[in-house]
């Protein structure tokens, strides 16, 4: 089987692999769809994330179908399914509290496991999920990233009036567009690229500010999606006395206004990934609905042989989510 490998920082190569041993009893071999391009990807191949190992094999969004099962598994074969790529122990103080998005013992695919980009991966049965076969293949892979933000959204009351600032439109910061859009917020978008912030107003008709262009405007909840020193501390200066902001950015550090978060009493929250599956059910909930509109968060396709050409469009940031399409073939 062809797949990609990232010998180090910014030396990414198709090669051939071969799988090592044989599938144990719980595990499942799958044969993929699609895998999507994710933020942290771009990180791991500029070698900006720290406890990044190589040489690896990134990715971790996928949609794909059951090619072989262990004796222990209870999948059948042809299933559709998605994976977490975030390991749990189910047995650390913070998996026993319910907490597996923080498990201290968490792996992370991509990063410092090999990930998925190969035309079929070996994973344990017990980070598979069955989805259901009319949830198209272009949404399905947006399941995990968009774990994150149902996730992010359980830590603040969000419903039909509340005001909701985005700040960055990225995908994830796409993803919580759509979501509270659909909520019924009222959704503002604020973004340094006018062409992002124009593309996600013509998607979701909310408003959109540059930055520097935010002024006396107050939110209800902030969410925090660049990533930025500057994105954060705008996010706390914009949020309504008594309101949330919820940081989904990992941002090294930012300076705060402590003595406003205090007389203001706003509520910082910090939203890592997700629990699964409890959140991963929820997104294909959501995305099963056709009222729900994520169509727009996909930018661009591109064949396992193009990989060159996908990771060089997902890393100028001018676009949205990018696919690797591993039906046709590496040659």
């Keep these: 089987m062809w797949g990609l490998q990232l010998k180090n920082p910014g030396e990414l190569e198709l090669k051939e692999f071969s799988f090592e041993s044989p599938l144990r009893d719980d595990d499942v071999k799958i044969k993929l769809i699609y895998g999507g391009i994710c933020g942290s990807d771009i990180g791991v191949y500029k070698g900006k994330i720290g406890h990044a190992k190589y040489p690896i094999r990134p990715g971790h969004e996928l949609v794909g179908r059951i090619m072989d099962i262990g004796k222990n598994v209870n999948l059948e074969i042809g299933t559709k399914v998605v994976v977490t790529p975030n390991t749990f122990c189910g047995e650390c103080e913070n998996c026993l509290k319910g907490y597996r998005n923080i498990c201290i013992y968490k792996e992370s695919l991509g990063v410092n496991v090999d990930g998925i ?100 405007e107050k939110f209800d909840v902030v969410i925090e999606a660049a990533g930025v020193k500057q994105a954060v501390e705008q996010a ?29 009493e706003i509520t910082i929250h910090g939203s890592i990934i997700y629990n699964f599956p409890e959140d991963f059910y929820k997104c294909v909930t959501y995305l099963l609905n056709d009222d729900f509109e994520v169509s727009p968060i996909i930018s661009n396709i591109y064949p396992l042989n193009e990989y060159k050409k996908a990771y060089i469009y997902a890393i100028s940031g001018q676009c949205g989510k990018i696919l690797l399409d591993f039906q046709g073939g590496s040659q």
């Design 236 to 264: 706390v200066r914009i949020a309504k006395q008594g309101g949330s902001v919820i940081l989904i950015g990992l941002t090294p550090e930012a300076t705060l206004p402590i003595i406003e978060i205090v007389r203001n």
């Design 117 to 216: 980009f190969s035309e079929e991966i070996i994973i344990s049965s017990k980070y598979v999920l069955p989805i259901p076969e009319e949830l198209e293949d272009k949404k399905a892979v947006l399941i995990e990233p968009f774990a994150v933000i149902s996730h992010a959204f359980e830590k603040a009351r969000i419903t039909k009036n509340t005001t909701v600032a985005v700040i960055g439109c990225g995908t994830e910061g796409t993803l919580a567009i759509a979501l509270a859009t659909y909520l019924g917020a009222e959704v503002t978008a604020i973004d340094i690229n006018q062409t992002k912030l124009e593309k996600v107003n013509a998607a979701f008709g909310i408003n959109i500010l540059l930055p520097h262009e935010v002024k006396n």
